[in-house]
């Protein structure tokens, strides 16, 4: 298929996971469930990246990452703050209540796809009684389901009134690459240094073939999840092809360029529709995905040119997003068509 802007899972794996999904496969026999030298050392690559002692699995998709880090987090009657958005409500089939045994979503309405400080206070205080499921975890996504990014001192006061209050910081770093690519600080900064308690740092949209890697940066914490991920049939018997591929993207901070190169190619069709009087750019691209309204016959005609996007992610609207293999000239094709049924 030709590259198209429906998702960034739609790109396969990078030359650089790809050479190390072979390689685990060429070096023989192994030891299975994670004790393989693949593993290890990617494993102590992650700790260096963050420098910091964290507790790192790996589970198959982003999904069992979320549900099952925040099931860690909580007990039945506790809720987790998250944004109305935000994929652990919209896109996870009830799978963090599922896991947590009923821990309940309290979603809070803010602007560009982010919680405030404000909005989870209002959250935890609007009751404390015992007939309501007490707050115990907030959740980010970094960047956001709506293409935007929290910044270092967004996510430190989020940190801030949650240690005031008592809560556990998670994120969903599906895309934290990106995140990290746009704001260009140290992941440390947006996590551990910030605050954050638990990372499911995201790989499959970032040029793995599958595979995301949960992040404890509290060791109490991570305490039994290996259990959880083995219970949830998260445990890869042959997890040297989860782990493996990672080095590609850890050496040489290829994470970090793959995921600058697909933020750049949102900027560059920003840059190329931004001034058309047809759309409505719907939230400031910051990471590696444009949303956009615009009218129905040209969503139609860009169809039916053969441009395949989502309508149901997020806030509606037209959702455009980049990945790590988006080539220059596919976003100034989308980009042609569009001015062209702009200006019929
Ligand atoms: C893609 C994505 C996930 C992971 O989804 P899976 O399909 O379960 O891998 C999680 N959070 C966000 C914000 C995502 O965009």
Redesign the pocket.
Known sequence: MNQQFA???YAGMCPEASHYFLQANQSGHELAYGEDVWTTKVCDHIRELFQTDCQVFFVF??????SLSLASLCQSYHSVICHEL???ET??CGGPEFFSNGSKLLTGKGDNGKLTPDIIEQLVIRRTDVHYPKPKVVSL?QS??VGTVYSVEEVRAIAAIAKRRHLKVHM?G??FANAVASLDVHPSEITWRAGVDVL?F?G??NGLPIG?AVVFFDNVMAEDFAYRVKQAGQLASKMRFISAPWLGLLENDVWLSNARHANAMATLLYERIRHLPQLNIMFPPQANGVFVEMPLEISTQLRAKGWRFYQFIGAGGCRLMCAWDTQPETVEALAADIVALCTL
């Open positions: 998702s960034d899972n998709n982003g999904t069992a990452a979320n935000a994929h652990i896109d996870e996504t956001t389901e969903d599906a895309r499911c995201g499959t949209k995301e």
